[in-house]
């Protein structure tokens, strides 16, 4: 089932219950008629650092602060890895590469310990995604009807890989045996974002254990709770100690030292393309270890002349609006043709007013708060760039709410290429919406980006779809649907967006060495 059909399943009766506001207005549906909280805040167990098995103080003794985004309290105390941290965190990983019983198992067997962990989190999925949503602000049924089963379903599709992955044997000219084994990398280092952070948990660490590695994983310094929580299921579901280390903390301390650290074998990156370049070049510049990124973007969304328009509508709002604004593939360049671009942009209007903004635990509530004041006060920047650069404010522009990081869905018409709103990744609620004549004019402008993650592309003619299918330089097309994020289909970026791909089968290559091993034969037959 694709994210899309989820979605709408969860807020069947939206359009019925919502009463549409008169033109700019800005008077958005609250969730104040709508049902009480659905579950309530969880307790906190889990704040330490884990290294080889065992919940840690940092070696500095110092802690950070976690946040609520709904109000900016905060909610927990979270120990504060960095460069001692990570040696501690690599040592261990590193040992149980070498010694541990992990990468000597069978794959069947590693296998088994990844389905029962995805077993125990699916018995969890209620507590889980509550915690999930109080740190980082996502609507909790997102969390528990899509992302928590996604990321359920991403730990029982590697599990089926782990024990599929062999070499080849090959006929070479000559007298040999030649055959090629798949091998664990060893240690792999991986760095994740906020905006889904038990999602990226699983992109990165379900190929990474399907093919025998062992990891040392830093959450993102704004959302370290959920990994942690998780973590204790796998240790239970038996997973050895060493295997999986996780260290909260900061980017420029816990998250160098790991990209720069001597003995990670590998790299794995999800975050801004300004950090990605950081943390390539400290891998270049210690061991040379492998890296895999996924960075920005600003995937163009384009509605052809022939689309139904009420459905490009709702399509295009959930490209752009869906977690808050908050996606890396996020459709922030809605390309409209010129044909239907007035009723577009009304009915996209409408749309915008009609979403539910306020608490992510309350019942068909589609948009909780940003993460932080940083990326709150980033999403206004642009929004007051978008005004003064003389596109229309259709609706929203500014604060949602007296308190936390809610911000006003926002449509700008009128938007040209050049200005910022339509060149910068936003990572806000804030939908651009731009006028096109011709598909070769749409197709220049959408690929004149320094990003190349997604596109989006709606139409009913076959043509048209095949032929922006294959001109557009981007790592993943969506033809009359977006955000379809199974396990089996890879992502990742053209250009600035990134190198390498995750999931499906090819995330397992960035998880494995090739070695040739070529055998002499005395006797051919
Ligand atoms: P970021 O890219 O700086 O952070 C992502 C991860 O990298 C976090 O775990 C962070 O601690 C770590 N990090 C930061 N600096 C580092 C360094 N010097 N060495 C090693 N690791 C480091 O992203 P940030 O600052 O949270 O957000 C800034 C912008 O990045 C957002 O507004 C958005 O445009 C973009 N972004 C893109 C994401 C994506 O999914 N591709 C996810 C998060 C942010
Ligand atoms: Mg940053």
Redesign the pocket.
Known sequence: MTVVRRVFSVFPALSRLLPSSGRCSNRFTTAADLEELITPPVQINYTKLLINGQFVDAASGKTFPTYDPRTGEVIAHVAEGDAEDVNRAVAAARRAFDEGPWPRMTAYERSKILLRFADMVEKNIKEIAALETWNSGKPYEQAAKIELPMFVRLFRYYAGWADKIHGLTIPADGPYHVQTLHEAIGVAGQ?????FPLLMFAWKVCPALACGNTIVL?????TPLTALCVAILFHEAGLPEGVLNIISG???SA??A??SHMDVDKLA????T???K??LE?AGRSNLKAVTL????KSPFIVCKDANVNRAVQLAHFALFFNQGQ??CAGSRTYVHEHIYEEFVEKARLRAMRRVVGDPFKRGVEQGPQIDSE?FE?VLKYIKSGIVSGATLECGGGRFGSKGYFVQPTVFSNVEDDMLIAKD?I?GPVQSILKFKDIDDVIKRANNTQYGLAAGVFTKDVNTANRLSRALRVGTVWVNCFDVFDAAIPFGGYKMSGMGREKGIYSLYNYLQVKAVVTHLNKVR
């Open positions: 760095i994740i974002p906020w905006n830093k959450t993102a310094e704004q900061y980017g420029p998250g160098a790991l990209a990156f999800t975050g801004s300004d950090t990605g950081i943390v400290l996924e960075l920005g973007g996606c890396c990326q980033k990744e990572f």
